[in-house]
């Protein structure tokens, strides 16, 4: 009864002074470990969500704690205004996995990330003859909740009439090949997720996105590639355009990039757009999410190097496959990228129903746009974890 009043206190709390943009979900959690979370019940979860793609080294971190803790009594912040160290090496870091040579600018947020693109971009068409600053999406891509970055979701369900109005030059196609069609002379930049995480884990076809980076090069388009959710090792890669076989002009990372601490950053090939005054952040590149992120970047690399994250998305895809062939009343098809997968429901199965019924049976899981269940499990999680996890899965399913 204790604990039932305590949750209550506290939910009537939320609900009187949080503003209601969530449909929360009112359970406590106290702490995790790695992919198990633990609520005020004791009862015990299997997150396969990962807080939405972003504690990608797992809850509760030892070491990743110890390196907050240890820079925390150092300093946290001081402002860009003065070098810091840390963001120096976590540049350093990012640019050895990229593979080749980008300059960065640190944000706080996924939006945030893809509001400095899309400054870095209109900057750029500025400085053409034309003019340029059109800047193109795709049809169910996710690009943030800024003004700006709901426009350029290409979901107009997101562009409502209470914001409005919206700025111009923004537009979106079906696919890759409507998007082309729409180009013209004003157009400076093409933005696309690899996979599109929100809309419902719809991976790109590969030839396609070439043909399409192929084009844009052609015409001095820049392609902006939001790897916020697809990004930092996700999908087996440090860059999911490395399995694409292309290098964008512009990347975004944020959500898995700092395990769990707030960290964005856009990734540009194009170093000599942005001039001192042209875009800043208080806290972006903070000492405290950089040496954080630099932890979670070592200890991903390591993983990915020693063979584990192949395991992990390897034997985490097979139970996937299983769930599917065991269920084809429920689930029609999978799709993703490594551990970013979906399994699209049946039309007459809710996908958030599904979700409710493994929460009840221990299994966090997420949904996604077109009846979908999504799996975003923390990438360094264990076998013993996942089979666990499965387990009641079926359980939920029966
Ligand atoms: C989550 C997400 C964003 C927005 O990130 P925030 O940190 O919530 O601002 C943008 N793009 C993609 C692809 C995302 O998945």
Do not use: W
Request: net charge positive; charged share 25%; proline share 2%.
């Amino acid at each position: 009864m204790g604990f039932k009043k305590g949750i209550y206190m506290y939910e009537k709390l939320d609900k009187e002074l949080v503003l209601s943009t969530y449909k929360r979900n009112y359970v406590e959690f106290m702490y995790g470990k790695n992919a198990t979370l633990f609520s005020k019940e004791s009862k015990e979860f299997i997150d396969f969500t990962s807080g939405v793609g972003v504690v990608s080294v797992g809850h509760g971190n030892e070491k990743v704690a110890q390196v907050i803790y240890n820079q925390a009594k150092k300093i946290t912040h001081i402002s860009n205004l003065f070098l810091n160290k840390s963001q120096v090496l976590l540049a350093q870091k990012i640019n050895s996995l990229v593979g080749y040579n980008v300059g960065i600018f640190f944000a706080n947020s996924g939006a945030e990330a893809n509001e400095g693109a899309i400054k870095l971009a209109r900057k750029y068409g500025n400085q053409t003859k034309n003019k340029r600053y059109k800047i193109i999406t795709l049809e169910n891509s996710f690009h943030g909740r800024t003004i700006a970055t709901i426009k350029a979701t290409g979901q107009t369900n997101f562009h409502k009439n209470d914001f409005a109005p919206y700025p111009k030059g923004f537009s979106f196609g079906k696919n890759i090949d409507e998007v082309m069609s729409l180009v013209d002379e004003k157009t400076v930049a093409v933005m696309i997720e690899l996979v599109q995480g929100e809309g419902g884990v719809n991976p790109l076809e590969r030839k396609k996105v070439q043909k399409l980076s192929k084009f844009l090069k052609q015409k001095d388009i820049l392609l902006i590639v939001d790897e916020v959710q697809t990004g930092v090792f996700r999908s087996g890669e440090f860059l999911a355009s490395k399995l694409y076989g292309i290098k964008p002009d512009i990347t975004t990372l944020a959500k898995g990039l700092g395990g769990g601490v707030p960290i964005g950053a856009v990734l540009s090939r194009r170093k000599d757009i942005f001039s001192i005054g042209d875009h800043g952040s208080t806290f972006g590149g903070n000492f405290l999410v950089c040496s954080a992120s630099l932890e979670v970047l070592k200890i991903l690399n390591k993983y990915k190097k020693s063979g584990n994250l192949e395991k992990n998305i390897k034997y985490f895809n097979k139970k996937l496959d299983k769930l599917l062939e065991k269920y084809p009343n429920l689930f029609s098809k999978k799709q993703g990228l490594g551990l970013m997968q979906g399994l699209r429901c049946q039309d007459n199965v809710s996908a958030s129903k599904l979700m409710q019924k493994a929460f009840k049976n221990g299994v966090l899981v997420l949904t996604a746009g077109q009846n979908t269940m999504r799996f975003l499990p923390p990438l360094t999680i264990t076998k013993k974890e996942i089979d666990k996890g499965f387990k009641r899965l079926e359980k939920a399913f029966q």
